[in-house]
């Protein structure tokens, strides 16, 4: 999976430029789906009709659960707001961006453009703000950065991913290691009795919105995101019981949901029945698309099967492949059989 995961990371896709990473990833599960469609904001919408059910494939799609899985596809990044004379940029984020992971790092933009986050004089580290720092693409005047670059053009952090053996490093790994993670278990899920949609949203980054009109449009009768969480295994950090190495992160809240009791007894039966090894998370800060699935029509029975992982938000977001693969499992082995939904 080392390769699948280093293509996703290292293509281009801030919240509302995500054309590319929805090109790759229609690549990567085209052969494992029936059919692939593009809705209205962007959303990749990957159908798997389901394969058993004991009155042939036709019979059994007339019973089969709706089950939508949504690993988001957009990135954070910064947008250009302001170019100024001597061609410095100055932009606002797109999703949560905080100054310090920005500070003289590079950024690279759809085109190729890469550019230094330069920083004002500062006197005191508290006035560390997004207004006090600058990109600087080695423009001599605004005339020749509008050659390379225009207001409203977006950015990331341009690190590339590095393997540490157990343990991989990189950005996007928010929420691309999920998107992985969904065209493995699509590759894995060799007979289902449910009817699967494995949907790659769109500008999750910037408020849940992809996932609003994809679950809108499936209309499932049960909802998991996958996405990544935050740890509480680095020194003196917040205080969590999510850790790296421990498993597929089963989520019991974050501050978007409260997931339903019966998903989140489902995802540990399944977990403690097929040996996948798995923790409980409950997170205090952020949310997930199941945040607006939940909350779809007359509402959806959701969760969420997480991804530890450090240092989120930053170029630099680090998860343990034994997690990964807890996480692929448990989906496939949620997915084998009817789900009670
Ligand atoms: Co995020
Ligand atoms: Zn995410």
Do not use: W
């Not at 990331?156 to 993670?181: E, K, N, P, Q, Y």
């Amino acid at each position: 999976m080392k390769e699948l995961i280093k293509k996703v990371v290292e293509t281009f896709g801030v919240s509302g430029s995500e054309g590319n990473i929805r090109k790759v990833l229609e690549e990567e599960i085209r052969p494992y789906v029936d059919e692939v469609r593009t809705d209205v904001l962007g959303n990749l919408i990957c159908h798997k009709k389901p394969t058993t059910g004991g009155a042939g494939a036709a019979g059994a799609a007339a019973h089969a659960p709706k089950v939508m899985l949504a690993a988001h596809m957009d990135q954070i990044g910064l947008m250009v707001t302001h170019i100024d004379d001597n061609g410095f940029l100055r932009f606002g984020n797109v999703g949560g961006v905080s100054p310090l992971t920005l500070l003289m790092n590079r950024m690279v933009f759809q085109n190729g453009t890469v550019g230094v986050v330069g920083m004002e004089k500062i006197d005191d580290p508290k006035d560390l703000r997004l207004d006090k720092l600058f990109l600087d693409i080695g423009a001599t005047d605004r005339a020749s950065a509008e050659k390379k670059v225009q207001i409203g053009d977006t950015c990331t952090f341009a690190t590339a991913m590095v393997d540490l053996g157990d343990r991989l490093v990189s950005r996007a790994m928010d929420d691309r290691v999920a998107c992985a993670i969904l065209v493995e278990a699509a590759k894995n899920l060799k007979a289902t009795e449910n009817d699967v949609y494995f949907v790659f949203t769109v500008q999750e980054e910037v408020g849940l919105r992809g996932a609003r009109t994809a679950a809108f449009g499936v209309d499932p009768d049960l909802g998991i995101a996958v996405d990544v969480t935050r740890t509480g295994d680095t020194p003196k950090t917040i205080t969590m019981e999510c850790g790296l190495g421990k498993g597929a992160a089963i989520k019991v809240k974050d501050a978007a949901i409260m997931v339903h009791p019966a998903v989140r007894a489902f995802l540990v039966d399944t977990a403690k029945a097929g040996g996948i090894k798995y923790q409980m998370e409950v997170l205090e800060q952020g949310g997930t698309d199941a945040g607006a699935i939940h909350l779809t029509k007359a509402g959806v029975p959701s969760g969420v099967i997480s991804i530890p992982t450090r240092y989120l938000h930053s170029p630099s977001e680090m998860v343990d492949l034994g997690d990964v693969r807890a996480c692929v499992d448990l989906i496939v082995k949620a997915l084998e059989k009817k789900v009670p939904f």
